[in-house]
Structure formats: structure tokens, C-alpha cells
């Protein structure tokens, strides 16, 4: 169970601006506004500019809330992990309760003034997404299951369908397509991490598939979760949302995203560490690319309908 009263290391410290803003991950949330941004401009209703802006702006500031929310209950494994001692609660540039504030606050903010903003609909799928993150993921998911990623992944997957809602007021199967990209993208994408980040998953106790099925099972689990991103990624091509520009972006790019899965897939341990986890780490950077041209292509497309360019023409 996880111990709520972490305390930060001794010492003084004057918090600065830019560790709250890093504990809200803007990585993460940069993602967040840009496929909620393709969501709400790809639905087929047009929204004010100012509506517009204000929304997304308030998506951000959900976004970092479920950040500042995880780092909070995930400081005692933070502190465990190479790749995120550093973070702003236990390198002890941020005391753990602010955090907890800071989330708490803009979480109720940025719900209210969404519903203000655009139409309660939106609001509560934006306060379920926090949710979702924040306790489901966070501080149930993460450490009892192998699952964990997969499930959590849905958390990472609702910004866009958030996007259309705000424009539409209402669902659809274009929506659920966006967040069906996103959902299936997730576990390949850190599984790859998991593979190269060695210990650290072990250390934290964290049950990623490598520490409980194992290295040889996480690899064959990436390329099957990467045949079914495939067919998704290129059939959503001959959707609403899809078009001559997207079908090409996402052709290349899974052709790539499938090889390398395939490299991993037929790699022992042996060979990994002999070059250092070489061709997960392409893969891993590959995937960083792979979700961001994915919805730039489906924001081109919906950019171009206008004039009669995009989409299919249905």
C-alpha cells in the first residue's frame, strides 16, 4: 500500500515556478492539448475561436492536474527509479502535500470552467479522465496488476474524444477511433521502455510485464499489440477522419513501427545487452513520432476538407 506521507528529503529549498509547472509532466501534457486539439478540429462542427481556445487551454490545465495528482501518490516509487528520482517531490524541490493541493485545485478548476466553457458533457469526461488517471491507474492499477498499462492506457486515449465532445456536444465512432489509436498505441510504446530501462521496474516493485512474465513474453506481447495497431492505424484511413494524406503517413510509419516490433520480437536478452538495448530504444523513439504524425495527419486532413482536398469526400 502506498505510503500517502511521503516526506521529501531534508533541506531548504525555495520552490521555484518551474517545479510546479514540471510536476504538472508538460511532456505529457504538450500530447494532451495537441490530440485534443486534432479531436475538436477534425469533428464536423466549426467552434469559436475564443470557445476554442478557452477549452483546450482548460483540457492543459487537467492534464497537468492528473500529473501533479500522480507524482503525488507516486513519490516513494519515483524516488526508487533512475529515470524518475529526479522528479520534483523526491529530488525535494516540491513538498508532497503542495502537490496534492496543487492537483486537487486545478482538477476542480479546470472541470468547472470546461463546463463553463463548452458543455458539461465535455467537463465530465474531463473529470473522469483525471479520475481515471489519478486513482484508477495511479493508485490502483500501476501496482496490482501487469495490466496496468494496458487499462491505464485509456487515460492517455480520452483527449481527443474530449475534443470532439467539445465541439459536438456528443460522441461518435470517429471519437472512439482517435481514442481506440491512442489505446492500443500505449503498451508497446512503454513496454519497449520497460524492456531497456532494466532494474528500475524491479526496484519500485512495480509489476510491469517484464518483471512478471518476463523479457521474452513482454517482446512477443509487443508485436502482437503492434499487428492489431496496424490494421486500426491503416483501416482508420478509410474513415471519416482518415484521407489520401493520412493513408500515407500511416502506410510508412506503420511499415516501420511493424518491422521494429518484429526486430524486438526476435532478439534475446543476450543479444539486447550486448548493444545495449539498441533496437528497443529506436523502437521506443520511433513511437515517440509515431502518435504525433499520426494525428498531425488526421489534423491535415481535417485542415483540407474545407476546400475540398481532404478526407474522401464522404
Given at each position: 500500500m502506498t505510503d500517502v506521507s511521503y516526506s521529501t528529503p531534508a533541506g531548504e529549498y525555495d520552490t521555484q515556478l518551474g517545479d510546479y509547472f514540471a510536476l504538472m509532466k508538460p511532456r505529457v501534457m504538450s500530447l494532451v492539448v495537441f490530440t485534443a486539439l486534432?479531436?475538436?478540429?477534425?469533428?464536423?462542427?466549426?467552434?469559436?475561436?475564443?470557445?476554442?481556445?478557452?477549452?483546450?487551454?482548460?483540457?492543459?490545465?487537467?492534464?497537468?492536474?492528473?500529473?501533479?495528482?500522480?507524482?503525488?501518490?507516486?513519490?516513494?516509487?519515483?524516488?526508487?527509479?533512475?529515470?524518475?528520482?529526479?522528479?520534483?517531490?523526491?529530488?525535494?524541490?516540491?513538498?508532497?502535500?503542495?502537490?496534492?493541493?496543487?492537483?486537487?485545485?486545478?482538477?476542480?478548476?479546470?472541470?468547472?470552467?470546461?463546463?463553463?466553457?463548452?458543455?458539461?458533457?465535455?467537463?465530465?469526461?474531463?473529470?473522469?479522465?483525471?479520475?481515471?488517471?489519478?486513482?484508477?491507474?495511479?493508485?490502483?492499477?500501476?501496482?496490482?496488476?501487469?495490466?496496468?498499462?494496458?487499462?491505464?492506457?485509456?487515460?492517455?486515449?480520452?483527449?481527443?474524444?474530449?475534443?470532439?465532445?467539445?465541439?459536438?456536444?456528443?460522441?461518435?465512432?470517429?471519437?472512439?477511433?482517435?481514442?481506440?489509436?491512442?489505446?492500443?498505441?500505449?503498451?508497446?510504446?512503454?513496454?519497449?521502455?520497460?524492456?531497456?530501462?532494466?532494474?528500475?521496474?524491479?526496484?519500485?516493485?512495480?509489476?510491469?510485464?517484464?518483471v512478471t512474465h518476463g523479457r521474452r513474453s513482454t517482446r512477443i506481447h509487443i508485436i502482437a499489440y503492434t499487428v492489431l495497431l496496424v490494421a486500426l492505424a491503416i483501416g482508420a484511413g478509410f474513415t471519416a477522419i482518415g484521407g489520401p494524406t493520412y493513408l500515407i503517413v500511416a502506410v510508412i510509419l506503420n511499415a516501420l513501427f511493424l518491422k521494429g516490433a518484429f526486430d524486438i520480437w526476435r532478439r534475446d536478452e543476450t543479444t539486447a545487452q550486448a548493444d545495449k538495448y539498441k533496437v528497443e530504444k529506436k523502437f521506443f523513439r520511433l513511437s515517440l513520432w509515431y502518435l504525433f504524425a499520426h494525428f498531425g495527419a488526421i489534423l491535415v486532413e481535417a485542415m483540407l476538407r474545407p476546400f475540398g482536398l481532404g478526407g474522401w469526400g464522404i
Open positions: 486534432v479531436g475538436m478540429l477534425a469533428a464536423p462542427v466549426s467552434v469559436h475561436p475564443v470557445i476554442a481556445f478557452s477549452s483546450i487551454l482548460f483540457v492543459a490545465i487537467g492534464a497537468g492536474a492528473s500529473g501533479a495528482l500522480n507524482m503525488w501518490w507516486d513519490a516513494d516509487i519515483d524516488s526508487v527509479m533512475h529515470r524518475t528520482a529526479k522528479r520534483p517531490i523526491p529530488s525535494g524541490r516540491v513538498p508532497a502535500g503542495e502537490a496534492l493541493s496543487l492537483g486537487l485545485a486545478l482538477s476542480g478548476l479546470s472541470v468547472m470552467m470546461l463546463g463553463l466553457a463548452a458543455n458539461l458533457l465535455a467537463a465530465g469526461l474531463l473529470a473522469f479522465t483525471i479520475f481515471f488517471y489519478a486513482v484508477v491507474y495511479s493508485m490502483w492499477l500501476k501496482r496490482s496488476t501487469p495490466q496496468n498499462i494496458v487499462i491505464g492506457g485509456a487515460a492517455g486515449a480520452f483527449p481527443p474524444v474530449i475534443g470532439w465532445v467539445i465541439a459536438t456536444g456528443s460522441f461518435s465512432i470517429e471519437a472512439w477511433l482517435m481514442f481506440a489509436l491512442i489505446f492500443m498505441w500505449t503498451p508497446p510504446h512503454f513496454w519497449a521502455l520497460a524492456l531497456f530501462m532494466k532494474s528500475d521496474y524491479n526496484d519500485a516493485d512495480v509489476p510491469m510485464l517484464t
